[in-house]
């Protein structure tokens, strides 16, 4: 079993749609939750970071953490072609400069017209 | 924001030659980079951990020898892939953190012929 296990998709939305994407992990120790973003021969971009349980929402994207069940979720709201990427879950048990990272396999989005 | 810079974005080598990617960090210093390796359509697997003033910390069946990482300041790590072969055509994306989180340089497309 994966650490971290995250449905590969693709999921395809049209345009306007509240896409959720979701990953679920075993490790408990992980703290800190992130996701990002990758487009297409791009690295990967910092979308939100949040650290133990709770949500957090920046502009259309909320951040849900629900350690009791080792479960996260990533929210957008009102959809648009250019949210069309692949979306990565990311974690780790400690912060800072050294903190390793471990990573779902990515959900790849397709947002139409 | 944290800037993370890559180099070369794309090369193009030839079997048996030696490939050099760098990777700075533009507005903060890292005592700590890491290094990925992402096939197609898959995830980013961690080769190795970049530790300023010392040896790199290898992933479990990453060859070293083959890989080799230094990290001569605290803002620059280069990845060397030597004697490259076709199989090591991936792409490899650097990442450094100057608190937390993690930030991405946009990755190196390495195509071996």
């Known amino acids: 079993q994966k650490e971290v296990e995250q449905d590969p998709g693709p999921l395809s939305v049209p345009e306007g749609a509240i896409v959720s994407l979701n990953c679920t992990y075993s490790?408990?120790?992980?703290?800190?939750f992130m996701w990002y973003r990758q487009y297409s021969r791009k690295g990967p971009e910092l979308l939100m970071y949040?650290?133990?349980?709770g949500n957090k929402e920046d502009g259309r994207f909320t951040a849900q953490v629900d350690k009791s069940s080792k479960y996260i979720s990533l929210f957008i709201r009102d959809s648009q072609p250019s949210d069309s990427a692949t979306y990565l879950c990311?974690?780790?048990?400690?912060?800072?400069?050294?903190?390793?990272?471990?990573f779902g396999t990515g959900t790849r989005l397709q947002v139409t017209l | 924001g944290a800037v993370v810079s890559q180099h070369p974005s794309r090369v193009i080598c030839k079997s048996g030659t030696s490939v050099k990617i760098e990777c700075r960090s533009l507005?903060?210093?890292?005592?700590?980079m890491f290094w990925y390796r992402q096939f197609p359509k898959q995830s980013l697997m961690l080769m190795a951990t970049?530790?300023?003033?010392?040896?790199?910390?290898?992933e479990q069946g990453v060859e070293k020898d083959k890989f080799l990482i230094n990290h001569a300041s605290l803002t620059l790590s280069t990845l060397t892939v030597t004697s490259a072969h076709p199989e090591d055509s991936s792409f490899y994306i650097c990442?450094?953190?100057?608190?937390?989180?993690?930030?991405f340089g946009n990755g190196t497309r390495l195509t071996v012929t």
């Open positions: 990442s450094a953190s100057g608190g937390s989180p993690l930030h």
């Open positions: 990311a974690m780790t048990p400690i912060t800072g400069t050294a903190s390793k990272l471990t």
């Open positions: 949040t650290y133990s349980s």
């Open positions: 507005d903060f210093q890292a005592t700590t």
């Open positions: 970049s530790n300023e003033g010392s040896k790199a910390t290898y």
């Open positions: 490790n408990s120790a992980f703290q800190y």
